[in-house]
């Protein structure tokens, strides 16, 4: 069974400030994906990053950058001089390949992140 | 680009009623899934189509169908309504077919915002 924990609920920061999200994964799988997407307060889900178990290069895309862990289990994703428009939940996803595994998600429980003017 | 596209965007219903969620994925994308958030939660998997079959359930109750026709739009079929049915419903559409390894990477639609009274 795989499981995805994002331990922080909630986090507040004020404009231009820099903020990492946390995500801890778990999976017996030898292959896996992992994911980014961001859900504005309108409510889609927007993809933004997928990173494979077997590439552990960490990237940086204008102000998004990741940070994969595997000797940790951690996928963190850091956004840099934020700004108010990056305010929405902000959920990691999980998905495996192991034979007959489905290929649905595994999300997180979400972090809700607020940039203050 | 295209994007995956969901009709009613928003739907209320009474309690034993019956509602049908549309998802149209993106050109030429041969997968679509279907998935359930409620108020404050992450999203949570119910059901996906391969070319038109099922290919994994996850938690969908037994009074919720779906299929996926010829052109590859799906519906969610939903009957017997209850109050803890109310939540935004997602469809995603991914392209399987050449994917290696299973490292597609699934595209959500708006959602559909269902409100049982």
């Known amino acids: 069974a795989q499981k995805v924990t994002q331990a922080q609920t909630e986090i507040s920061v004020v404009e231009k400030e820099d903020v990492t999200l946390d995500c801890v994964y778990e999976?017996?799988?030898?292959?896996?994906?992992l994911f980014w997407y961001k859900q504005p307060p309108s409510g889609e889900l927007v993809f933004l990053i997928r990173?494979?178990?077997?590439?552990?290069q960490n990237e940086i895309s204008g102000r998004y950058s990741w940070n994969f862990q595997k000797s940790t289990s951690s996928f963190n994703f850091t956004i840099t001089a934020s700004q108010v428009v990056d305010s929405a939940v902000y959920f990691c996803a999980l998905k495996t390949v192991s034979s007959g595994s489905a290929r649905q998600l595994t999300f997180g429980s979400g972090t809700q992140l607020t940039v203050l003017p | 680009a295209a994007g995956v596209i969901q009709s009613p965007r928003h739907l209320i219903k009474e309690k034993r009623e019956t509602a049908t969620l549309k998802c149209y994925p993106i050109?030429?994308?041969?997968?679509v899934y279907w998935y359930q958030q409620g108020p404050g939660q992450d999203p949570q998997f119910l059901i996906s189509f391969y070319e038109k079959m099922q290919s994994d359930k996850g938690s969908i109750p037994d009074r919720f169908s779906a299929q996926q026709f010829s052109d590859y739009h799906s519906e969610l079929n939903m009957s017997s309504l209850e109050l803890g049915d109310s939540a935004l419903y997602f469809c995603?559409?991914?392209?399987?077919?050449?994917?290696?390894?299973?490292?597609?990477?699934?595209?959500f639609g708006p959602g559909t915002r269902l409100l049982v009274l």
């Open positions: 995603a559409s991914s392209l399987v077919r050449g994917s290696p390894r299973n490292q597609e990477t699934q595209y």
């Open positions: 050109p030429r994308h041969d997968t």
């Open positions: 990173r494979n178990s077997f590439d552990e």
């Open positions: 999976t017996r799988d030898t292959t896996y994906y």
